[in-house]
Structures are given as structure tokens and as C-alpha cells.
């Protein structure tokens, strides 16, 4: 049922910023937790950040805490991540996620690059 189509992807350079989007057309978002992933060429994919479906708890991986910060929007079905600080290594493609939980995510968009030069 769940539609999650990425945008906000970029070439920035090292100590930029950018906000993702992830857009739901399908079922109803608040329904569901979300989190964002990414994948940088030649390595598996890593868990970013994760929000519970009311947006009260938030995780991130150690690797972004203090730079990223992940929010939604529920009535406009639109999941964020705000990325500050940006650094070479946080290039990506950057995957939107939901599902029943935040370890159980089982609905994926297409991903957005994301390119931080150095």
C-alpha cells in the first residue's frame, strides 16, 4: 500500500546542508514508523535515523547523531531528513523506509543521491 518516493538529493559540498523528502501516496503514513537508510558504493546498506509513527522518539546512528536530524509531517504524509554538516562519506543514495516499527521496516522508496564533495 505504501508508495515512498524520495527528492531533495543533491551535489553539495563538504559542510552544506540538505533536506530529504519522503513523500507516501499510499496508505495512511501516520500509521506507520519510518526511518531513512543509505548506501554508498561498495557498501551495504546502513541505517541513518528511525521516527515512531507519533514522531516522539527519534534514533540515529552514531555515525550522523548532532548533524542529522529526522522529523514528519503526518497530515501531509511526508517523512524528512534534515542533513547539516555535510560530510564526503555521507555520500549516498538515501532510502525512506516504513512499516509497524522501527525494526521492522518493510516498505521502501527508490532512494536519492546524495554527493558531498570534498
Known amino acids: 500500500q505504501v508508495q515512498l518516493v524520495e527528492s531533495g538529493g543533491g551535489l553539495v559540498q563538504a559542510g552544506d546542508s540538505l533536506r530529504l523528502s519522503c513523500a507516501d501516496s499510499?496508505?495512511?503514513?501516520?500509521?506507520?514508523?519510518m526511518g531513512w537508510f543509505r548506501q554508498a558504493p561498495g557498501k551495504e546498506r546502513e541505517f541513518v535515523a528511525s521516527i515512531t509513527r507519533g514522531g516522539v522518539n527519534t534514533k540515529y546512528a552514531d555515525s550522523v547523531k548532532g548533524r542529522f536530524t529526522i522529523s514528519r509531517d503526518n497530515a501531509k504524509s511526508t517523512g524528512y531528513l534534515q542533513m547539516d554538516s555535510l560530510k564526503p562519506e555521507d555520500t549516498a543514495v538515501y532510502y525512506c523506509?516504513?512499516?509497524?516499527?522501527?525494526?521492522?521496516?518493510?516498505?521502501w522508496g527508490q532512494g536519492t543521491q546524495v554527493t558531498v564533495a570534498s
Open positions: 523506509a516504513a512499516g509497524p516499527s522501527t525494526v521492522a521496516f518493510d516498505d
Open positions: 499510499g496508505r495512511t503514513f501516520g500509521r506507520y514508523a
